[in-house]
């Protein structure tokens, strides 16, 4: 029994892949977030594009108004204003501060 505590002790065949792994997996995990950071960057990016198209669409009107022999229609017009959030690059990141 001793002899065989003693091997198991001293056996390093599995140190070498185990240690390994651990790396590989350590440089896989750390690429997952940077990746997924830059991902998730974009897709605020490209929203925020979108977000700027559908508010920069000019949604004016005018319709004149028909006058004939028997009647008449006065016409309606709706004027777009600017909304505040109409502007391009809304959306800022914030700066990377220390922990309080």
Same mark, same amino acid.
């Given at each position: 029994?001793?002899?065989?505590?003693?091997?198991?002790?001293h056996d $390093?065949?599995?140190? @070498?892949? +185990? #240690?390994?792994?651990?790396?590989?997996? /350590?440089?896989?995990?750390?690429?997952?977030?940077?990746?997924?950071?830059?991902?998730?960057?974009?897709?605020?990016? $490209?929203?925020?594009? @979108?977000? +700027? #198209?559908?508010?920069?669409?000019?949604? /004016?009107?005018?319709?004149?108004?028909v006058l004939?022999?028997?009647?008449?229609?006065?016409?309606?017009?709706?004027?777009?204003?600017?909304?505040?959030?109409?502007?391009t690059c809304?959306?800022?990141?914030?700066?990377?501060?220390?922990?309080?």
């Amino acid at each position: 029994m001793t002899n065989l505590i003693n091997t198991l002790i001293h056996d $390093e065949a599995g140190f @070498i892949v +185990s #240690a390994e792994l651990v790396l590989v997996a /350590t440089v896989g995990v750390l690429a997952m977030v940077v990746g997924l950071s830059e991902v998730a960057l974009n897709v605020n990016n $490209e929203l925020e594009d @979108i977000g +700027s #198209a559908f508010g920069s669409m000019n949604q /004016t009107f005018v319709q004149k108004g028909v006058l004939g022999h028997q009647g008449y229609s006065a016409g309606t017009e709706f004027k777009d204003n600017a909304d505040h959030c109409d502007n391009t690059c809304d959306i800022q990141p914030l700066a990377p501060h220390g922990e309080f």
